[in-house]
């Protein structure tokens, strides 16, 4: 057998045995012969396999199911705790970190409070958030997975520019692989709630998506053909420092009148504040009087008929309808669904940025549009790293 061959029959196996993993991952408790039957391989193929998986201690057996007419088959399982693995949320306004068995079950997390901190400082709290969760974890790691804001080269694991945390050419994963010597996966952090719900979500049939996410940052994670789409510098996520407010206000990146400077969740908060200022009987006043306001509470306020919100509600739908607009004009894409925490004002946001797209956008691409809200909540960040370590280091999608 030439060299090739050998490669080729090497890559072969590798694939279906992939193959067979992803089918007990994603079916939960099937037998050889519904492997066989699902992945259209030969049974003593999948025997084979099957052993070799159970030799690694990725694959369980679990006793034995019902009969389908015959000896009654022996079910196969996924070892939940096969390895834990690290995901990390940097996208907030305090880090979140969490330790998860292969399924993405939470074992342990930890919230440490950014206080504005960037550069070296935040940095080190990105270190003490990974140093307590490897302290709480008691399984071998599989790898570390990091949501950031700003543009990463995700191939080499450089954060090119991160406005917010203050981190420009960060070597971040070099920096994590030397002191963990565990596998790291770093992308921005709506690529990684684009692949949380192109894995986890509810549009996990569609092989292009786009997932705006709005929140202390404002950028659009994207699926093309089943791929998350990075750009010619990675920077395929950026919408969120596009200029569309004339002589607006200073952005974190330097230039002026950003979409960030108008619906990021700091600005949000600035602005209900200003508007309940001015109408002191509102639901919003009333919480300023007592206690620091972040953007739940004007989400609240607003769920709970703060009329003056819904000034700001308009304003915030109008921008983000605008670039939505130029998404899916751009791309042609008919699903989006909308994340982050400004995502929390919930169907009536997702509504006026839907009217928007229609009226900003020819009818022949933006009437088969939906906009979803994703519900994958808080963790979607989280959730994302997690499938791109899952998908990187063991093959499962
Ligand atoms: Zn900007």
């Not at 705790?81 to 399924?103: E, P, T, V, W």
């Not at 995700?154 to 002191?179: C, E, Y």
């Not at 992308?187 to 092989?207: H, L, P, V, W």
């Not at 750009?231 to 950003?258: L, N, Q, T, W």
Request: hydrophobic share 40%.
């Amino acid at each position: 057998m030439s060299k090739t061959d050998k490669a080729t029959k090497a890559q072969t196996r590798l694939h279906n045995q992939q193959l067979i993993l992803n089918t007990i991952y994603n079916q939960g408790t099937p037998s050889r012969a519904e492997i066989s039957r699902i992945t259209g391989l030969a049974r003593p193929t999948v025997s084979e396999l099957v052993l070799l998986l159970i030799g690694a201690g990725i694959v369980e057996e679990l006793g034995l199911g019902p009969s389908e007419g015959g000896k009654r088959p022996t079910l196969l399982k996924i070892v939940d705790n096969y390895k834990s693995l690290i995901g990390l949320d940097l996208s907030k306004h305090a880090f979140q970190g969490c330790l998860m068995d292969i399924r993405g079950n939470v074992l342990h997390r930890i919230t440490m409070p950014l206080n504005n901190k960037t550069g070296e400082e935040s940095l080190q709290i990105v270190y003490d958030l990974i140093d307590q969760l490897i302290d709480a974890n008691s399984l071998p790691l599989l790898g570390i997975g990091i949501g950031t804001p700003g543009s990463i080269d995700a191939q080499k694991g450089v954060i090119r520019r991160a406005v917010n945390l203050g981190w420009f050419n960060l070597p971040l994963r070099d920096l994590l692989n030397t002191r963990y010597q565990v596998p790291v996966h770093i992308a921005n952090d709506s690529q990684m709630a684009a692949m949380a719900e192109f894995t986890y979500g509810i549009k996990r049939e569609q092989s292009n998506l786009i997932v705006l996410k709005a929140g202390r940052g404002v950028s659009a994670g994207i699926i093309l053909n089943g791929q998350l789409h990075y750009g010619e510098g990675f920077g395929a996520s950026e919408i969120g420092h596009v200029r569309v407010v004339e002589k607006g206000k200073k952005c974190a990146c330097g230039h002026f009148g950003c979409l960030e400077t108008v619906v990021s969740s700091r600005v949000i908060v600035e602005m209900a504040i200003a508007l309940s200022s001015d109408h002191p009987q509102s639901i919003l006043a009333e919480r300023t009087k007592t206690r620091q306001v972040f953007i739940d509470d004007v989400i609240e306020a607003y769920q709970h008929g703060d009329e003056y919100l819904h000034i700001l509600l308009e304003d915030i739908g109008r921008h983000l309808g605008s670039a939505v607009a130029n998404l899916i004009s751009a791309l042609n894409v008919k699903h989006v669904v909308f994340a982050g925490s400004v995502s929390g004002f919930g169907a009536q946001l997702r509504d006026i940025i839907l009217r928007e797209v229609r009226e900003r956008s020819i009818p022949t691409l933006s009437n088969d549009v939906s906009i979803e809200l994703s519900t994958l909540g808080d963790d979607i960040v989280i959730k994302g790293a997690t499938a791109i370590l899952l998908a990187n280091e063991l093959g499962i999608i």
